[in-house]
T-cell receptor, first 114, second 112 residues
Framework: AQSVTQLGSHVSVSEGALVLLRCNYS??????LFWYVQYPNQGLQLLLK??????LVKGINGFEAEFKKSETSFHLTKPSAHMSDAAEYFC????????????FGGGTRLMVKP | NAGVTQTPKFQVLKTGQSMTLQCAQD?????MSWYRQDPGMGLRLIHY???????DQGEVPNGYNVSRSTTEDFPLRLLSAAPSQTSVYFC???????????FGSGTRLTVV
């Protein structure tokens, strides 16, 4: 089974600073990769997805992620954090041998300081 | 479009009680799944379905049952609730699974 590791369960940045949330996956074949965001007491919203097209993927709210096969990574970045970015972020991989279901990392809670 | 609708939003059960969490989608999606979310563990797959009449187990299926009689509905049954099933439950659906899932707003379940 595939696994997803998110380094850092909590990340704190200042408003206007770079956001970097790390995600590494284990897979013997190129997977489909996703980043989801969860605001308090809400469901998950798709931020962006990698489906084997361009390795640099742009998503909503100014976020982007780069697929690096050699590093088995799919880190999420945003050049300038905004207070409204405070949320929990989940990296996920699509499990092709389990009906394309998602395997999630443990999540990273992003805090943005004024 | 309503998307993925989960009911109820909150539920408190006593140990040993049974209940059904409802999930309905109006997007004609073939793929549907149930996850539970626990602090620090992300979301874990309970059961999933790739079409009406087809279901399979995920990572944490024990204590849960599902059926898929229609494309729209995918209910999750707790057979005999235990405190370990206290969690937030999410239902999700997708047309093919390759391009991401749409999630419901969740059901917060407490078992006392």
């Amino acid at each position: 089974a595939q696994s997803v590791t998110q380094l850092g369960s909590h990340v704190s940045v200042s408003e206007g600073a770079l956001v970097l949330l790390r995600c590494n996956y284990s897979s013997s074949v190129p997977p489909y990769l996703f980043w989801y965001v969860q605001y308090p007491n809400q469901g998950l919203q798709l931020l962006l997805k990698y489906t084997s097209a361009a390795t640099l993927v742009k998503g909503i709210n100014g976020f982007e992620a780069e697929f690096k096969k050699s590093e088995t990574s799919f880190h999420l970045t945003k050049p300038s954090a905004h207070m409204s970015d405070a949320a929990e972020y989940f990296c996920a991989v699509s499990e092709r041998n389990a009906g394309n279901m998602l395997t999630f990392g443990g999540g990273t809670r992003l805090m943005v300081k004024p | 479009n309503a998307g993925v609708t989960q009911t109820p939003k909150f539920q408190v059960l006593k140990t040993g009680q049974s209940m059904t969490l409802q999930c309905a989608q109006d997007m004609n999606h073939e793929y549907m799944s149930w996850y539970r979310q626990d602090p620090g563990m992300g979301l874990r797959l309970i059961h999933y379905s790739v079409g009406a009449g087809i279901t399979d187990q995920g990572e944490v299926p024990n204590g849960y049952n599902v059926s898929r009689s229609t494309t729209e509905d995918f209910p999750l049954r707790l057979l005999s609730a235990a405190p370990s099933q206290t969690s937030v439950y999410f239902c999700a659906s997708s047309l093919t699974g390759f391009y991401g899932y749409t999630f419901g707003s969740g059901t917060r379940l407490t078992v006392v």
